[in-house]
């Protein structure tokens, strides 16, 4: 069997490394093709020659994410010129629906809603779609609702990354960081305001001044908001700007080191519905404290808060530092969750996912 595969594979984001992971558990079982996709807006004409280039293999499978066809502009949006170009079994994973008001359109809240519904009626809902992937309960529930029969939506959690050995020492990075005799909260991956970390800022003002936050990332490429300056401000805000360190992008070396020299790995989220960046800290054993929105209420191996409070932060993360066997805990049920969700899993309900396309 050969799969033409849809998705970022030279970008730097999360998409990108899930599919580079997910196409390695796929090559064992099914050749792959891949067909690229990136965060440039481009004419019609681009989106469906690649559309047409997924007719090359048995069955077309498509990572989907706004970005990747130009966003929810119905002016630039590529993908009803993609979608109308496919004429195999498509599959599409689905990673983020928009249904939110944002005022980003300047339109009434209720009129942006009826918008966006429309919209990804229009994109998910597409004839040439015969199956729907997501790691995301609430995205499944939100593709029911729009009107995908539940039969044909798989849900499945977001899967983990087993870390490649030998590990990384982080010695060198917590050197160049300065951050020798400290205690290190950090929040893994691309920035994003809805990860919390202004909750977190809060929190950190609470805390021993030899605590201190590290934003292990940088800006995402599709991401114009100026989110590191937000956070540099919203830093000074909470009186706390000596105690933030913003790397900027890691590659994967320097993210595994990152990783290692957490004390704890901080996921104070605001809205979610599933994280690859909590996933790759729960693989390497980290304790970690989150809060209680989309995946993450059904984990049992993090330490939850209720979303957007500051107070119940500091005091989880103060149990979690000052209580070694919590900690510890913490770090044994992690290593039993990543055993248990690996992307080689992934793979084989994935191309059990292809054969029954093809039925």
């Known amino acids: 069997?050969?799969?033409?595969?849809?998705?970022?594979?030279?970008?730097?984001?999360?998409?990108?490394?899930?599919?580079?992971?997910?196409?390695?558990?796929?090559?064992?079982?099914?050749?792959?093709?891949?067909?690229?996709?990136?965060?440039?807006?481009?004419?019609?004409?681009?989106?469906?020659?690649?559309?047409?280039?997924?007719?090359?293999?048995?069955?077309?499978?498509?990572?989907?994410?706004?970005?990747?066809?130009?966003?929810?502009?119905?002016?630039?949006?590529?993908?009803?010129?993609?979608?109308?170009?496919?004429r195999r079994p498509l599959l599409v994973t689905v990673h983020e629906l928009d249904l939110r008001p944002t005022g980003a359109y300047h339109l009434p809240p209720a009129l942006e809603i009826a918008y966006k519904r429309q919209f990804n009626r229009a994109v998910f809902l597409h004839p040439a779609?015969?199956?729907?992937?997501?790691?995301?309960?609430?995205?499944?529930?939100a593709l029911i609702d729009l009107g995908a029969p539940s039969a044909r939506v798989t849900y499945r959690p977001i899967p983990v990354a087993l870390p490649r050995q030998p590990l990384p020492d982080p010695a060198p990075l917590r050197h160049r960081l300065r951050l020798e005799?400290?205690?290190?909260?950090?929040?893994?991956?691309?920035?994003?305001?809805?990860?919390?970390?202004?909750?977190?800022?809060?929190?950190?003002?609470?805390?021993?001044?030899?605590?201190?936050?590290?934003?292990?990332?940088?800006?995402?490429?599709?991401?114009?908001?100026?989110?590191?300056?937000?956070?540099?401000?919203?830093?000074?805000?909470?009186?706390?700007?000596?105690?933030?360190?913003?790397?900027?992008?890691?590659?994967?070396?320097?993210?595994?080191?990152?990783?290692?020299?957490a004390d704890v790995v901080v996921a104070p989220f605001r809205e979610m519905s599933a994280s690859a960046s909590l996933s790759f800290a729960l693989a390497r054993g980290k304790a970690v404290v989150a809060s209680a929105v989309g995946e993450n209420r059904s984990l049992d191996c993090v330490r939850l808060v209720p979303p957007g409070e500051p107070d119940a932060l500091t005091q989880a993360l103060q149990e979690v530092l000052q209580q070694p066997r919590l900690r510890a805990e913490l770090e044994a049920r992690a290593l039993a969750y990543a055993s248990q969700h690996s992307y080689l899993a992934l793979g084989e309900e994935t191309r059990a996912l292809y054969d029954q396309l093809l039925k």
């Open 1 to 86: 069997m050969q799969v033409n595969f849809l998705t970022s594979w030279d970008e730097r984001c999360g998409i990108a490394e899930y599919s580079r992971l997910l196409v390695e558990a796929l090559r064992p079982r099914v050749e792959v093709e891949l067909v690229p996709a990136t965060f440039r807006a481009s004419p019609k004409t681009v989106y469906r020659a690649m559309g047409t280039a997924l007719n090359g293999g048995d069955v077309a499978h498509v990572q989907h994410s706004y970005a990747f066809f130009g966003g929810m502009h119905p002016w630039r949006c590529g993908w009803p010129a993609l979608a109308g170009a496919v």
């Open 129 to 141: 779609v015969r199956h729907w992937f997501t790691h995301s309960e609430a995205l499944r529930d």
């Open 181 to 261: 005799g400290k205690r290190v909260l950090v929040i893994l991956g691309f920035l994003a305001r809805r990860k919390g970390y202004d909750v977190a800022l809060q929190a950190l003002r609470n805390l021993p001044p030899d605590v201190v936050l590290v934003a292990a990332g940088g800006e995402h490429a599709a991401d114009r908001s100026g989110t590191a300056a937000w956070l540099r401000a919203e830093a000074e805000r909470a009186g706390v700007a000596d105690r933030l360190l913003i790397t900027g992008y890691l590659d994967e070396s320097a993210l595994e080191q990152a990783t290692r020299l």
